[in-house]
Each structure stands twice: as C-alpha cells, then as structure tokens.
C-alpha cells in the first residue's frame, strides 16, 4: 500500500474562519511534508516533520501552523487566510533519516478556496 | 541539491517512445536522479530514482550518463494517459529532506 490519504478534497473557507487539512500513511513513513501548488506552478516545499518533530520551515506565515500528532498523521491548520491563499495543499511521506529518505509518495491534495 | 534543466514542452505520438531529457550538470556524486510525473491536478506521480546504474521498472526506463550530468527518462509505448508534467529532481537520498520541484515538462502524447 502506497496511499497518502488527504482529506478533505475541496475546501472554501472565508478569511476569518479556521480549518484543518488532514494526512494520513499507513506506509510506516518516518518522514512527512506539506506542500502547496499554486496553478500551472511546480509544487513548493512548506514543512518537513522527520520522526514527529519540525525539521524544516520554509519561512512559511504563522497563519499556517503544521502538527504531527503521530507517525501517521499530519495536520495543517489554517486561520485568517488570505486569498492569495487559494492553492492545491498536497501532503507527501517517505522513509525518514534512519532508512535513506528515498522515494515520496504524494496524496492527491486538497483544493482549498479562500473567499 | 543541484539543479535541474528540462525542456518546457514536448510532443509524443500514441504508441511510440517518449523520450525526457534531465541535464544536471552539477550533480554531486551522492545525489540521485528522481522522476515524477503530475496528471492534470492530481498529486505527483513517483515513477523512477537511479543514482548511475540505469534503471528500469514497469513504468519506464532511466538513462544516466557515464558521466551522471544528464538523464533520459523513457515511457517506451506512449498512451493518452502519459500526459502530464514530469519533473527531474536531484537529491542527497541520506541526508536530503526535501523533493524541491523545478518547472518540469509539459509530456501531450497525440494520438
């Protein structure tokens, strides 16, 4: 099983609310990340959770807060967004340091609006 | 992490090989070559990773140059459904935390 399970799928928020995006692998994955694509852009990198701890930040703004409850979950929660916000959050895991990082497996994003 | 290079676009009739190719001119001698692909809003598809040995699984083939600055990824019988972005990434597999993802190429198998 190679499934990284996002949810939910779409998502409209208004820029006062707040949510959570979700991630989950069953793949024993020590390593998980967040990334948002914007339209016709490549993904880009914003968190790196190694072994349930932040390891990576790419200067991300605070209205993004990332969590890892467990080694199989990954949250992003979302408040005052803007809607230059709007993106496709996609989630990834792979092997952590211990076993050689190789390959990540992406799940297949949430298409989050902020109106 | 090395940079990449990829043609923006390439056609490919149905059936027929396509043939991507990656210039890495800076790899390190411990950094591999990925390759993913993305179908249209979808997330990004894992297809192959080789560090000099070609490499070759159920979905495609990988070439690396003898002298690792360059790689041709290779879907030997092309279909509609091969269109999408494919992105060449070079990475330290040990210590390197991040897929950093360059423009890639726009693959538009034609039938």
């Known amino acids: 099983d190679t499934e990284v399970t996002q949810t939910p799928k779409h998502l409209v928020m208004g820029m006062t609310n707040k949510k959570s995006l979700k991630c989950e692998q069953h793949?024993?994955?020590?390593?998980m990340y967040w990334y948002k694509q914007k339209a016709k852009k490549p993904p880009e990198l914003m968190f790196v959770?190694?072994?349930?701890?932040?390891?990576i930040n790419e200067s991300v703004p605070s209205r993004f807060s990332p969590e890892c409850p467990n080694s199989s979950l990954l949250n992003l929660h979302l408040h005052a967004l803007q809607p230059e916000d709007s993106a496709l959050y996609l989630c990834?895991?792979?092997?952590?340091?211990?076993?050689?990082?190789?390959?990540?497996?992406f799940g297949q994003g949430t298409r989050l609006t902020v109106v | 992490d090395a940079k990449t290079t990829q043609p923006p676009s390439m056609d490919c009739a149905e059936g027929r090989a396509a043939n991507l190719p990656c210039n890495h001119s800076t790899i390190s001698g411990n950094e591999y070559v990925y390759w993913y692909r993305q179908i249209h809003s979808q997330g990004p598809q894992y297809i192959i990773h080789g560090l000099k040995n070609n490499e070759t699984n159920e979905m495609a083939s990988l070439i690396i140059t003898e002298d690792r600055k360059s790689s041709t990824l290779i879907l030997p019988h092309a279909t509609l459904r091969d269109t999408a972005v494919y992105y060449c990434?070079?990475?330290?597999?040990?210590?390197?935390?991040?897929?950093?993802f360059g423009p890639g190429t726009r693959l538009s198998v034609l039938p």
């Open positions: 990834a895991s792979s092997q952590g340091l211990r076993r050689g990082w190789t390959e990540a497996f």
């Open positions: 959770y190694s072994y349930e701890k932040l390891s």
């Open positions: 990434i070079v990475r330290v597999a040990i210590y390197g935390q991040n897929f950093v």
């Open positions: 793949m024993g994955h020590r390593a």
